[in-house]
Structures are given as structure tokens and as C-alpha cells.
């Protein structure tokens, strides 16, 4: 047995190499410029059997000094061959993924509304926008019978898809269908309308969603959606929607409206009467719509009007100006306070409540000197001077006054009459997507 000169590990006779340090242990033929031995390669000495044990490894051998070539490579040496098992992996692994990519893009072919929303859904996502504006219809002011939704911005669906609106109130979970809007490239639109009711009466919150399939409940994802906050709506919901005392339950814009047009239209009837008894009967009907069933001025026609043939104007438990300002005028003020005060108001919900009190608190004035020129037209039927003035303040009260000339109704002061206040109050629940 012989041993590395370097690492003393034994190695067997004739070995070219150490087996752990890599030690070239004979000579190799190198070129002569390269190589300048300082003395003869020696020999491996073998150490004799009887003595293996007595000495060391470092004793048992003569140094050997082994000069070669740098340029000479040293084989590599390896115990073990390279297994070819990672390759494959490898080649498993891109087989899959080029599997992948092929089903992407076949998909995406056969689905082109998938394939256009990858290329529009950025700028989609930046330009979908939309609005909800409620309406009156028939020119019945303050009964908001009617909605319009309009989107820009949509993606254009292939297939059964469609998008629809609903309506849901956000207190009782309600959900009610508005249907299916109508699409023309990425814009769409949609019109409803409840006849003879509020259709704030369905909820306070309006969603458009993508769905598959027609349903009576939505099932597919909510891609727009607004809401009147809920404290807010609770007394916009007696302004537009409903309110226990007026006629028929409508809401109190509806029944200001109603009473105001016949107010409007009776007193301009007035000129056309020379009767005293039927000036003074039409005087009181005026007095009985401005103050109400318990006003101070209220009396039911006499004996003497049913011979007149004036009849009693319905409708006139209230009153517009009412009884300590229990009139359709005060309500209205104080639901439209309100709402302002409500924590959930909106910057936009508090500035049109304050624009309808601007408008009552015209109305207040103008229905008050009517209402002083009525009484003494009863008490004065001969006295007819002030019947042009009696038109001309329920006309004012009725349309507004253009008091600045610019063309327009404007809601302030001394301007906004009972449509500006409809108008304004429909404006305060239009809502943005």
C-alpha cells in the first residue's frame, strides 16, 4: 500500500491521481519550455509491511516535487455519472406551459367579449360613469313617477348577456326590477315609470348589474351603484314620495302643486263674475284653499253660494297656508330642514333643501297677501280693484318671478315659486354613478 505525499490517504500502486486531493502522483509529459524540474521525479517508495505500523505516513515517504503544466487539464473526477431526469422535468414543464397559452388564446377567441375587455377594461374602468334623474310625467310636479338611467362607458356583451337596473331599499332588503337598459356601443340608457306613484317609493338605491341570464332577482356582478343616504331619505320621503295627512296620501310637493294649480286657475276666473254673491262665494273658496279647514278665516259656502252655484273646492283639510303654520307650506319647510340637519346629508342633498326653503319662504309671502286680499274681497265683493293683484300673486306663487330678467326661475329669493321647488327638490335625489 502507498500514500498521497499531500494528504497521506492511501492510494493504490499505479494510480495516476489521488483519489481525494487530486494529486498527480506520476509524471506526465509536458513541454520542455513549460517545465524546468529542479530535480529528478522520484519514484513511489513503497514502505515495507513489517513496518506499516511503527511509522507515519510523512516517515514511510520521500518528498516528491511535482512541476507541470498549467495549461494541462486535470480530469474530472467523479464517483457518480449525470442522471438526465432534470431535463425531462424541464421538458414537462414547458410542454405545459406552451398547453396553457394554446387554451388561453382559443378561449379568447371563441369569447370576443372577453378578448375586447382585456384591451378596454383599463380604460373602461376610467370612463363608466352614469346618472339617475327622477321625473315627473304628465306635468304632475312633485310626484317623481318616473326614472331615467343613463351609462356611458359599458362593454359590449355578445350572448344572452345583458345589464340590468334595479331598484332596492336598503331598509327592508326589497329588490324590485327596472329592466333592461337599452345599449347603443358602450353607452346605455333605461326609462321606468310607476303611474300614479312616487317611484321612490321602491327604495333609495339604484344598481346596475352584468347578468347572464333573465331573472326576477339579480345574480350576476354589480358594476354600478348609488344611493340616497338613509336618514336623509327618510324625510324626502315625505316630500316627494308620501304623507299621511294629504289627499289620497301624496306626498307633500305633490299636494302643494295640486292646490296650487286650482288656486291659479280659480282665481283667474274671478274677473269674469259681476254677481256679488258669486265674487264673495268665489273669495271664500280662495280663503278655505290658502287657510285650510281650521283656519281663521274658514267657512263652509252658505245656502246663498249653492244658489250662486259656486261649489266648495275639494280637498282643502290643510290648506297651503294652514293654521299656525300647518299648511302645505310649513311642512315643506320643515321636512326640507330636515334633511339638512340628517348626519348622511350630502353636500349636494343640503344645498337643494335650502333652495326649497327659499321657495316656501316666497310662497309664505305671497299666499299671506292673497290670502289678507281674499277675506276683504269676501267682506267687499263690490270692491273688485284688487282681484288683478289676487291673479298676478297666485300666478308668482304658482310659475315664480324672474325678478333679474336673466330669462331663467332661479332658486333664490324672491325668485322660486311651487315649480322651482318641485324641480329643486327632484334635482336633490338625482344621483351619479
Request: hydrophobic share 40%; aromatic share 4%.
Amino acid at each position: 500500500m502507498v500514500y498521497c505525499p499531500k494528504c497521506h490517504t492511501p492510494v493504490e500502486a499505479g494510480s495516476i491521481f489521488c483519489g481525494q486531493c487530486g494529486l498527480q502522483l506520476s509524471s506526465v509529459p509536458v513541454a520542455p519550455s513549460m517545465v524546468q524540474p529542479s530535480q529528478p521525479m522520484p519514484s513511489i517508495q513503497q514502505m515495507p509491511p513489517q513496518h506499516s505500523q511503527e511509522m507515519s505516513p510523512v516517515q514511510q515517504l520521500s518528498p516528491i516535487h511535482v512541476e507541470y503544466d498549467m495549461r494541462t487539464p486535470v480530469p474530472y473526477l467523479s464517483s457518480t455519472r449525470r442522471s438526465g431526469r432534470p431535463l425531462i422535468v424541464v421538458g414537462i414543464m414547458l410542454a405545459l406551459l406552451g398547453l396553457s397559452i394554446v387554451a388561453g388564446i382559443f378561449i379568447m377567441w371563441n369569447d370576443p367579449a372577453l378578448l375586447s375587455s382585456i384591451g378596454t377594461s383599463e380604460a373602461t374602468s376610467q370612463t363608466l360613469a352614469g346618472q339617475v334623474t327622477f321625473q315627473n310625467t304628465q306635468g304632475h310636479l312633485g310626484y317623481t313617477d318616473s326614472l331615467a338611467i343613463d351609462i356611458t362607458g359599458l362593454v359590449p356583451l355578445v350572448s344572452s348577456d345583458h345589464y340590468a337596473a334595479w331598484m332596492v331599499d336598503s331598509t327592508t332588503g326589497r329588490i324590485s326590477s327596472l329592466g333592461v337598459l337599452k345599449l347603443q356601443g358602450q353607452q346605455g340608457s333605461l326609462t321606468f315609470a310607476t303611474p300614479g306613484k312616487s317611484v321612490l317609493s321602491l327604495g333609495n338605491e339604484v344598481e346596475v348589474t352584468r347578468e347572464p341570464t333573465s331573472e326576477a332577482l339579480p345574480t350576476g356582478n354589480v358594476i354600478l351603484r348609488a344611493s340616497i343616504p338613509v336618514h336623509s331619505f327618510s324625510h324626502i320621503k315625505n316630500l316627494l314620495v308620501a304623507y299621511p295627512t294629504t289627499p289620497a296620501n301624496v306626498s307633500l310637493l305633490a299636494a302643494l302643486q295640486t292646490q296650487s294649480q286650482s288656486l291659479t286657475v280659480y282665481t283667474g276666473t274671478l274677473g269674469g263674475w259681476h254677481n256679488q254673491d258669486q265674487v264673495s262665494c268665489r273669495a271664500q273658496n280662495i280663503v278655505n284653499m290658502l287657510e285650510g279647514q281650521h283656519g281663521a278665516h274658514y267657512h263652509s259656502l252658505s245656502a246663498l253660494c249653492q244658489k250662486a252655484h259656486v261649489q266648495a273646492m275639494p280637498d282643502v283639510n290643510l290648506g297651503l297656508l294652514g293654521t299656525n303654520n300647518d299648511g302645505y307650506v310649513m311642512l315643506i319647510t320643515h321636512e326640507a330642514q330636515m334633511t339638512m340637519m340628517q348626519a348622511d346629508a350630502t353636500a349636494v342633498i343640503r344645498n337643494h333643501a335650502q333652495q326649497i326653503i327659499l321657495a316656501t319662504t316666497d310662497l309664505q309671502q305671497w299666499y299671506t297677501e292673497l290670502d289678507r286680499d281674499a277675506v276683504a274681497l269676501v267682506q267687499h265683493p263690490q270692491n273688485t280693484s284688487e282681484i288683478a293683484e289676487m291673479q298676478t300673486l297666485a300666478q308668482n306663487a304658482l310659475d315664480g318671478v324672474d325678478t333679474n330678467h336673466n330669462g331663467v326661475i332661479d332658486p333664490i329669493q324672491g325668485e322660486a315659486g311651487v315649480l322651482t321647488a318641485c324641480t329643486t327638490a327632484e334635482a336633490m335625489v338625482r344621483l351619479n354613478f
